[in-house]
Structure formats: structure tokens, C-alpha cells
């Protein structure tokens, strides 16, 4: 599976000097909620016209750029995602004429996301203004017929739908006071975790792909931003690293208590 994410440079049109930043970040911010995606996928390109980064006038004589050197952080994510874009349209049909209802969006990577999904890839725009249509988009192509592309603005839409598609696992949330089940770690990843039988002080325990002495499992006593997964060796039955609930990501040493930890294997109903 692929997903193409095209940035709409036809959406970036500003009417107040000041109003790029918001539409900006809000473009960022969904894009990285597309570099959270867990499942095994072939590739997610972020596909970005030239004209957006290089020739975008927001100000007489002001190019988008300049715009980004008034901003460090913003200069730095943006840099990071050209970095890893595909500057180049891929698909589109230099000779034909594409529309989103009477506008002529040829040569633009709306016409783009048209041909991606006609090839079969998950084909998603990225809207700087929330004034384009949202949260799909009708485009024809002349003589050819029409694609229902999805098109969103805001972020928390966007992640509704890729979860509904099951693209985006649900994880846990931080910010709440109650305690979370494996169902919500990612644990829940069949691709990654294989439940045994067997529990840990009643959590069950998980075998890792790949690293057969590995068990872990969900600290059941902790909530909100305390919360972390266990991870034990068999052979040692012993506690060997903590991990972070929605990544494998062992992201501190164990303390004097976790080092003596003893695991103790039961079998669960």
C-alpha cells in the first residue's frame, strides 16, 4: 500500500500578510500526523510543487522563503519535509485538462492527485485554507471521467478518517485519568506482538517478532503521562528495559526497584 500526500499550492492564497503562518502550520501539522502511521506500507511521499517553497508572493516582492528566514522554527520543519519530499509531479497528463468544477486545475498537483489515485495509491491533498473543498473533492478529467480524492484542512478530520481506515492506530491518550488497556498500545500490533497465554501481575504478556526472549507487557498501575509498557527477559526472568506505549522505544535506564523485578509468569483466562 501507498499513500501520495500532496501538498495543494492552490489553497495558499492569502489576503493578510499575516494569516501564511496559521495555514502553514496547520499544513504541517498534518502532515505529521501521516509520519505517525504504524502499519506495515510501501512508502508515504509527500508531493510538493516548486512554486510553493520558491515563488509564492504574499507581500509585493516577498517570496515565501524570506517569509521562512522570518521564522527559524517554521524554516526547520518545513526543510525537514523538502528533505524527504518528491519535488516532481509524478502522474499527471501534461496534455490534458483537468477541473474542480468550472476551475481549470491543470499543471497543479491537483491534477496530480488525480492520476495517483487512478494508479491505485491512497491519494490525500493537504489544504493551507480550510476555503477548499473539504473533506473530499470532486476532479474531472476532460474526456476521461472523474476522481473522488480526499481533502482536508483540519487535523482533527484527517485523523478521524485514517483511523476509520484503519491507516492510524488509536493510542492511548496522556492527557487521561484513566488507565488504558493493550488494546490501546501497541501491543495491539499483530505485525509486531504475538499474546501468549500467560499474564504478568495480570497483564498479559506479549512475545516481540524477532526477539523471542522478549516479553512485555502494560504496567497496569500507571495513568496518564506515567503510563509505560514492561519488557522481561524469559531466560533471566527478569526485568530488562520500559518502553513507551505507542512506539518501541526504550526511553530511559530502569531504577534500582525495576532491576530486581522478578517475572512471574501466570496463566491467564
Not at 526472568?237 to 522505544?249: L, R, T
Request: proline share 3%.
Amino acid at each position: 500500500m501507498k499513500i501520495n500526500a500532496y501538498l495543494n499550492e492552490l489553497s495558499f492564497e492569502v489576503t493578510n500578510p499575516d494569516d501564511w503562518a496559521t495555514r502553514f502550520d496547520n499544513a504541517i501539522s498534518c502532515l505529521n500526523i501521516l509520519s505517525k502511521i504504524k502499519i506495515p506500507i510501501e512508502s508515504i511521499s509527500t508531493i510538493i510543487h516548486s512554486r510553493i517553497f520558491l515563488s509564492i508572493v504574499i507581500e509585493p516582492s516577498t517570496k515565501f522563503t524570506e517569509l521562512l528566514d522570518r521564522d527559524k522554527g517554521r524554516k526547520k520543519s518545513f526543510t525537514a519535509i523538502y528533505k524527504t519530499a518528491v519535488k516532481d509531479y509524478l502522474f499527471m497528463d501534461s496534455k490534458a485538462q483537468y477541473y474542480v468544477g468550472d476551475q481549470n486545475v491543470s499543471q497543479t498537483s491537483i491534477a496530480d492527485s488525480y492520476e495517483s489515485q487512478k494508479s491505485g495509491a491512497i491519494t490525500i491533498l493537504i489544504n493551507f485554507s480550510p476555503t477548499f473543498p473539504s473533506p473530499t473533492v470532486d476532479i474531472i478529467k476532460k474526456e476521461d471521467g472523474s476522481q473522488t480524492i480526499m481533502s482536508y484542512h483540519s487535523v482533527e478530520a484527517l485523523t478521524t478518517k485514517l483511523q476509520e481506515l484503519k491507516i492510524l492506530r488509536t493510542f492511548y491518550d496522556k492527557r487521561s485519568n484513566t488507565r488504558p488497556n493493550d488494546s490501546l498500545t501497541i501491543l495491539s500490533d499483530t505485525s509486531l506482538f504475538i499474546p501468549t497465554e500467560y499474564g504478568n501481575r495480570k497483564s498479559r504478556l506479549y512475545r516481540r517478532i524477532g526477539h523471542e526472549d522478549e516479553l512485555w507487557c502494560l504496567d497496569r498501575f500507571h495513568r496518564g503521562n506515567s503510563i509505560h509498557l514492561e519488557v522481561f527477559s524469559e531466560s533471566k526472568k527478569k526485568q530488562i528495559a520500559v518502553s513507551c506505549h505507542d512506539e518501541i522505544n526504550f526511553f530511559r535506564e530502569l531504577n534500582s526497584s525495576e532491576k530486581n523485578r522478578t517475572l512471574i509468569i501466570e496463566r491467564m483466562p
